[in-house]
């Protein structure tokens, strides 16, 4: 999943618009093995679904290749459309010109500020009656996500998910004679490994960790959200929010592994790890292994470190779910396909090609990377949880959350404050800024 589009920045779409095309409707039953549905015998009219996305993480060919091309076979009758983000498909401009979309897919984090923003929203709980469909085929957190989002209700389908692991480079431990890290670390582990690979080597700093502060913060094992959605207040002063910030500020701590103004950036972090392979270890998305990491790096990555009273626990998931617009003609077609998509047989597939699955059984998983050469003898289980935590509650307003948090996370690991009073401020700021979207 691009960078981008996890950070919680992104907007999706809404569209009031008369769907083109035929509106024949599908006699379905339900496949209880796959936990989707499938058409029945009768012929069925052609329908164009088509599919939509800000988060960028698609263009058309690869959207076919991952999605479309194993639709259009499951489905013969249906033709997939995707529209591309582009700076001419931006969904302002897509609501202007009254574009019709049929299904829009986007992680869980942007759903309340651009599904709900722009009151497209269409509940499939009845589908999910009508069909038959196996909710108990997904991993219960991707469900209780959903369920938060939608009141009780459900939305659309959670499709694919990520989530943080640690990543290391085998060359720099091996150069300094250190043994790799494990599976099942704790914190104090990941904390003591850090320190013995950060070091000045000549005219080099190697830094024994960097952390995407984003992702590592929006996941917290934890499970505490950056605002309060029942009372719109941000959490950055509690006791629970400042121990985690607490961790992930202190490991910048270790000497030779601080950050000053030009290094502090979650794009210099990663260059010194990817680029120039003087970092050591790397806490960030599960995703950037099969999408980032390729050639050249000599990498590996373990389970994300836990907490002491929670060895069992890992990091949150962070679903993209598949949603039906509400606007669309052909929601018993569109309800069929993404429910294939949630399949035994297509999520095998997404894990094949890098892309983590969302069953509660973990076969599919078991496949992840087999087709992607240089993903070959990499620890690939780690990359997901045995057990996720639990879903934190989702505001509308974490993005502007987010932006504050991350201005104080910068404050304390530059030293121009103390942790108590970086969190205080931004803490008063985002319950101000807030407040000033409540009363627009």
Known sequence: MRQKGLLLIAAMLASG?????????????????????????AKRDPVELVFYSTSGDFDENGFNKTFGGK???????????????????????????????????????QTSETLLNYKMEYDVSDLVKKTGYDLSRLEPVTVDIGRQI????????????????LYYNKDLFDKFGVAYPKDGMTWDDLYEL???????????????????????????????????????KATFTSDAFKNVFDMLTKLYDIQNNGVDKDTV?????????????????????????????????????????????????????????????????????????????TSDEFQRHLAMNGIFPVLKNRDAMKAYGQGIPFMKNKNTQSFLPKQFAPAAPVS?????????????????????KDINTALREQEEKTNKDIEAQLNK
């Open 265 to 341: 950036g979650y794009t210099k972090q990663l260059q010194f790890f990817e680029k120039d392979q003087t970092t050591a270890m790397f806490l960030a998305l599960s995703t950037l292994g099969s999408v980032r990491f390729k050639e050249g790096l000599n990498w590996d990555v373990v389970s994300y470190p836990v907490y002491k009273d929670q060895p069992n626990v890992g990091p949150q998931s962070y679903p993209t779910y598949f949603y039906i617009n509400n606007a669309s003609k052909h929601k018993d077609d569109a309800f069929s396909v993404i429910s294939y998509l």
């Open 17 to 41: 618009a008369v769907m083109t095309g035929c509106a024949g409707k599908t006699q379905q039953v339900a496949d209880g093995k796959t936990g989707g549905v499938q058409g029945g015998d």
């Open 150 to 165: 939608a009141g009780g209700g459900l939305y659309g389908l959670p499709v694919f998910t990520t989530t943080t692991a």
């Open 71 to 109: 639709i259009k076979e499951k489905f013969p009758h249906v033709t997939p459309k995707f529209i591309a983000l582009t700076k001419d498909t931006a969904l302002d401009k897509l609501i202007t010109v009254g574009q019709p979309i049929d299904i829009m897919f986007n992680s869980i984090g």
């Open 396 to 416: 509308k307003y974490q993005s502007i959350a987010f932006n504050n948090l991350n201005s104080a996370y910068n404050a304390v690991l530059l030293k121009q």
């Open 194 to 232: 850090a320190k013995k690979m950060s070091r000045a080597d000549g005219q080099l700093q190697y830094r024994g960790l960097g952390i995407s502060f984003s992702h590592t913060s929006l996941l917290n094992q934890k499970s505490i959200p950056y605002v309060d959605p029942k009372t719109n």
